[in-house]
């Protein structure tokens, strides 16, 4: 019996957290020009198709008519490429090529060139692991073989090998360790266990400060 564990991949809540205070543009602007940009935090990519992410956003501004303005958008303090926002559009899109860190947008200015004060927070952007991504699961009799293979997706939206996961097993309502696994640099192992009855499993990837974390679920019991 060969089961793919890969379908019902659920992703932990993001608990990327703001990574300090509000970033100032430094430009001198018109008096009383001004706006303020919250930006949401996200994962990035869970797929190598994916070349962008949509960023829930909210703009302020001092005046009515002043409804967009273009920001750059800078991640680890590295400018990467500017942006058009608007009070009226809650969201702008990061290309994956821009990578991932602390991303903060700075340099805020109407779409004439003229300055306009403000200042955005600064918030951790993720990479997102390979939602492809799983084990294969073959019982024969007893015996289980788990051919894992986790991976996040990268700057270059090429697959990255993550070290490690936890193998667990549902025994009643409870979720209990297999084995905690240590994966090769491609991101893929072999584990083998022993189980005479039909459960559920799962691999658990924790958060680091690169990558969310997220959850390989059985849909059936095998």
Same mark, same amino acid.
Do not use: C
């Given at each position: 019996?060969?089961?793919?564990?890969? @379908?019902?991949?659920? +992703?932990?809540?993001?608990?990327?957290?703001?990574?300090?205070?509000?970033?100032?543009?430094?430009? !001198? /602007? /018109?008096?009383? &020009?001004?706006?303020?940009?919250?930006?949401?935090?996200?994962?990035?990519?869970?797929?190598?198709?994916?070349?962008?992410?949509?960023?829930?956003?909210?703009?302020?501004?001092?005046?009515?008519?002043?409804?967009?303005?273009?920001?750059?958008?800078?991640?680890?303090?590295?400018?990467?490429? &500017?942006?058009?926002?608007?009070?009226?559009?809650?969201?702008?899109?990061?290309?994956?090529?821009?990578?991932?860190?602390?991303?903060?947008?700075?340099?805020?200015?109407?779409?004439?060139?003229?300055?306009?004060?403000?200042?955005?927070?600064? !918030?951790?952007?993720?990479?997102?692991?390979?939602?492809?991504?799983? @084990?294969?699961?073959? #019982? !024969?009799?007893?015996?289980?073989?788990?051919?894992?293979?986790?991976?996040?997706?990268?700057?270059?939206?090429?697959?990255?090998?993550?070290? *490690?996961?936890?193998?667990?097993? #549902?025994?009643?309502?409870?979720?209990?360790?297999?084995?905690?696994?240590?994966?090769? *640099?491609?991101?893929? *192992? +072999?584990?083998?266990? +022993?189980?005479?009855? *039909?459960?559920?499993?799962?691999?658990?990837?924790? &958060?680091?400060?690169?990558?969310?974390?997220?959850?390989?679920? +059985?849909?059936?019991?095998?």
């Amino acid at each position: 019996m060969k089961t793919l564990l890969r @379908a019902a991949a659920i +992703t932990f809540a993001s608990t990327a957290l703001v990574a300090g205070g509000a970033v100032t543009t430094g430009a !001198v /602007a /018109a008096p009383g &020009d001004s706006a303020s940009v919250t930006i949401q935090p996200v994962t990035l990519a869970t797929s190598k198709y994916a070349t962008t992410t949509s960023v829930p956003v909210s703009v302020a501004t001092s005046r009515t008519n002043l409804s967009s303005i273009v920001a750059t958008v800078t991640v680890n303090g590295v400018p990467k490429a &500017d942006v058009s926002l608007s009070r009226f559009s809650t969201l702008f899109s990061y290309q994956q090529a821009w990578g991932a860190g602390v991303v903060a947008l700075v340099n805020f200015r109407e779409t004439n060139g003229q300055p306009v004060a403000g200042a955005s927070n600064q !918030v951790n952007f993720r990479y997102g692991v390979n939602s492809a991504d799983g @084990a294969q699961i073959r #019982k !024969v009799g007893k015996k289980l073989t788990f051919k894992i293979k986790v991976r996040y997706i990268g700057a270059n939206l090429r697959p990255v090998g993550i070290r *490690k996961v936890t193998l667990q097993v #549902k025994r009643g309502s409870k979720w209990r360790t297999v084995k905690k696994v240590n994966l090769k *640099k491609n991101g893929t *192992k +072999t584990v083998k266990a +022993t189980e005479k009855k *039909k459960r559920h499993y799962r691999i658990v990837v924790k &958060d680091t400060s690169l990558y969310q974390g997220t959850i390989f679920q +059985t849909r059936n019991k095998i």
